[in-house]
């Protein structure tokens, strides 16, 4: 039977990478973004859509899932909390926590009905560390990690899996800018211990296992995936 997934942030770097694999192995993938199609090969259904907006028509268009890859994120500039506005925080936190929050509403309905689903939440390594991003990004990214495991405890007894992957130094067109001349790609990875940058199609592969339901024993576990960084 095939397995239907949702992928926010489609378009490009994880989500993009997410959707390649998924549907390589048959899923149906339906991808939401706020930028053009990819235009995918395959089962492939696509929504452009503003994650800050009314969620309604997501759920009017792809109304039930058996996998939720809440992968669409924002970064944040690295600004310490004096560097930035109310608006700027609001806009991290609806994009990092609030979105995932409210699509989760929705697709755990309905998982509940047939009592299994599976949900990914995008984390990062800073979700558990700081320096990661600044302070926006960092406390977004903390709340959605405490989300997971919360909504993780609150459900495993109804038959569903919540599960964070905690990326690193990821290569991706929102770390774009770290590659520019003078950028920070050449220090990243010196600094990592396997002395390079993550590949979206690491996390990737993460994804399809824990969606796979091969996990089943796993519940509630945040996946670093970070090359070694967070060993320091």
């Known amino acids: 039977m095939t397995k239907r997934v949702l992928i926010t942030g489609v378009s490009s770097g994880i989500g993009l990478a997410q959707a390649r694999l998924f549907l390589e192995k048959s899923y149906q993938v339906f991808g939401v973004d706020q930028v053009a199609d990819p235009q995918l090969p395959g089962d492939f259904h696509f929504l452009q859509r503003d994650l800050t907006l009314d969620l309604t028509p997501i759920f009017d268009w792809c109304p039930q899932v058996d996998v939720l890859c809440n992968t669409a994120g924002v970064l944040d500039a690295y600004k310490p909390l004096l560097e930035q506005s109310a608006q700027e925080i609001q806009e991290v936190f609806e994009i990092n926590y609030v979105t995932p929050v409210e699509l989760t509403r929705h697709c755990l309905t309905k998982m509940l009905e047939k009592k299994q689903g599976i949900i990914i939440n995008m984390c990062s390594i800073a979700s558990s560390l700081a320096g990661g991003g600044g302070h926006a990004y ?3 990214k903390h709340a959605l990690a405490g989300f997971t495991k919360q909504l993780a405890l609150d459900y495993a007894e109804d038959g569903i899996q919540v599960f964070g992957i905690a990326p690193g130094a990821v290569k ?5 800018a770290d590659f520019e001349p003078g950028g920070l790609a ?3 990875a010196s600094e990592t211990p396997i002395k390079r940058w993550i590949e979206p199609s690491e996390i990737a592969e993460v994804s399809l296992f824990l969606a796979s339901g091969k ?3 796993m519940q509630g576990q945040i996946l670093t995936i970070d090359g070694g960084w967070s060993l320091k």
């Open 215 to 217: 996990a089943s024993a």
């Open 138 to 140: 960092t406390s977004s």
């Open 186 to 188: 050449d220090w990243v």
């Open 172 to 176: 991706t067109g929102m770390t774009a």
